[in-house]
């Protein structure tokens, strides 16, 4: 009995302290960017918001910023886009060689992205379009597009094709079905889908780093470039608003899933 | 509604464009012209087998092959436990735990690997601990070097074993464990003769798929390796960016293009296979 107890604590006190390991290096990178010091040091001697202000004085990095969001929105709304037509006729269509399209669209994710990145800027620089925000976002929208599928093939799973015929035999259009019934009920997937493909390339490193030129250069790019120089703590102050970021993103899907199944308790 | 034949294809068609010409069509392209530089088919041959018996070029395979398998042998032993506890966990247990995998998983790499250049360099957490408590005379060399590449790798590719394992550990039945227990077995018994191998699927595919992404790795080696830690990825990426050596790049990434889509393909073949064995 004694054993149990004692087997049973060991395993609680294992995963507390894993845990504490997965989310300690990064509230440690946030307390970092709070520190008043003059180098990187933890724990700091004294908080400020020195870096911060640092950061949002340089307009080096703001313009990174804002490259970086650009370039996040405009890969969200054509990932999501394509992929969900793309999800769509995969629920609802039969493919005789659906293995290998899966397979093909879910490569991205597979093949190592330094050698994605090199043969897109093999294309880019040909075509001369290193630095032009637009192209990173459809090269992002390659490896953002496998994630994006993968979130919407599930949600159109829920969607029962019934309705879908209802629709159609009261007179509705294709169109309107899609427009009216597909896309309402898909709605909680959509965002889910937006969300994590403005992430993915909000945090993308390998393909900016080789397409941004010095014009359009993200914050993962501007990351990279100080970090290689020297571990300056406005990049402290930088990884805190990337992470932050990513809380926003994670609170946000979590919050549209939650106000699903409830209105999916309410109609029951 | 099923789709007609046109409109099916119709609806699929831009996603396919995107990868024809931004994914499949610029990596055959580059590899092809880079060879094309080289001459004849058999002057590539035998570049192919200078740059491939090239002693900097073996030690990055070599190096690569390493680092992935040590990392996939970490990720395991910590992914493990790790994702027993989520798939038995409870409410607020379970949303706790399961906070600690994903927010790692979400956040930039890149911010990842910066994190534990904080905690490990000279002036570093575990360093001033170190000395601090007396257990050190100096501060221990943790970064740029092997040591550094593991820890970093090890902790971002954590979630997506434990995100694996755990969904094979939830397919397991639980009656199954209360039967052998009813039986006479004990904990051990239980954990080694059914929990393990009805789990051993999900431990195939997530060592698989951490493998895969370990031997692409790029960013991680980069800033937290040192001079001997260059791994395949890091040696494509410096040939184009500091010697426009395109040819011997395009060599490079055949090797690593058809090691990794191999395995790619054998976690295919075997995922399927678990699939249809769960259907039936």
């Known amino acids: 009995m004694t054993g149990s107890i004692l087997r049973l604590a060991a395993i609680r006190l294992l995963v507390v302290l894993l845990c504490t390991a997965m989310l300690a290096p990064i509230a440690i990178v946030v307390i970092a960017s709070f520190s008043g010091d003059g180098y990187l040091k933890f724990p700091p001697d004294s908080l400020s918001l020195r870096w911060y202000l640092r950061f949002l004085g340089d307009p080096r990095w703001l313009a990174a910023l804002w490259n970086s969001f650009l370039v996040a929105a405009m890969t969200c709304l054509l990932a999501t886009a394509l992929g969900f037509l793309a999800a769509y006729a995969m629920a609802r269509g039969h493919f005789s060689f659906r293995r290998a399209i899966t397979a093909l669209l879910l490569m991205p994710l597979i093949v190592p992205h330094v050698v994605t990145a090199i043969a897109m800027y093999f294309l880019s620089a040909r075509l001369g379009l290193i630095g032009v925000r637009p192209w990173i976002a459809v090269a992002h929208s390659v490896v953002a597009l496998p994630v994006v599928l993968v979130i919407l093939q599930s949600a159109l799973k829920t969607v029962d094709p019934n309705l879908e015929r209802a629709a159609m035999i009261f007179g509705c259009t294709r169109a309107g079905v899609f427009r009216r019934v597909v896309l309402p009920l898909a709605l909680p997937g959509l965002v889910s889908a937006m969300l994590f493909s403005f992430l993915t390339s909000f945090d993308e490193l390998v393909i900016s780093l080789f397409l941004a030129g010095i014009r359009a250069e993200t914050l993962p790019v501007r990351i990279w470039n100080s970090l290689l120089l020297e571990v300056e703590p406005t990049i402290a102050a930088v990884s805190a608003l990337l992470i932050g970021v990513t809380c926003l993103a994670l609170l946000a899907e979590w919050a549209v899933r939650q106000a699903r199944e409830r209105s999916a308790t309410a109609t029951r | ?280």
């Open chain 2, 1 to 280: 509604m099923p789709l007609r034949h046109f409109a099916k294809w119709a609806l699929i068609a831009p996603a396919l464009a995107l990868l024809l010409l931004l994914f499949i069509t610029p990596i055959g392209w580059f590899i092809a012209e880079s060879l094309a530089e080289l001459g004849s088919a058999s002057e590539v041959w035998l570049e192919a087998k200078a740059v491939l018996g090239s002693r900097a070029i073996l030690g990055a395979i070599l190096n690569t092959n390493g680092i992935a398998l040590t990392v996939t042998l970490m990720v395991l032993a910590i992914g493990y436990p790790l994702s027993y506890a989520l798939s038995r966990a409870r409410g607020l247990a379970f949303s706790l735990v399961l906070i600690c995998v994903v927010i790692p998983y979400f956040t930039s790499v890149i911010v990842r690997t910066y994190a534990w250049m904080v905690i490990l360099g000279r002036n570093g957490l575990i360093n001033q601990v170190l000395l601090g408590l007396g257990l050190a005379r100096e501060p221990a060399d943790l970064l740029y070097n092997r040591t550094g590449v593991i820890i970093g790798m090890t902790y971002v590719l954590l979630p997506y074993m434990v995100l694996t394992l755990y969904a094979a550990m939830k397919a397991v039945d639980p009656r199954l464990l209360q039967a052998a227990e009813g039986m006479g077995a004990g904990p051990l018994t239980v954990f080694a003769k059914v929990f393990l191998p009805l789990t051993l699927h999900g431990v195939t595919a997530g060592a698989l798929i951490v493998f895969i992404l370990a031997l692409g790795f790029f960013i991680t080696p980069a800033l937290m390796g040192g001079p001997g830690d260059v791994m395949m990825a890091m040696l494509i990426e410096r040939e184009i960016e500091l010697s426009q050596n395109w040819p011997v790049a395009a060599l490079m990434t055949i090797v690593l293009l058809a090691i990794t889509l191999l395995l790619y393909a054998v976690y295919a073949r075997f995922a399927d296979r678990t699939e249809e064995g769960f259907a039936r």
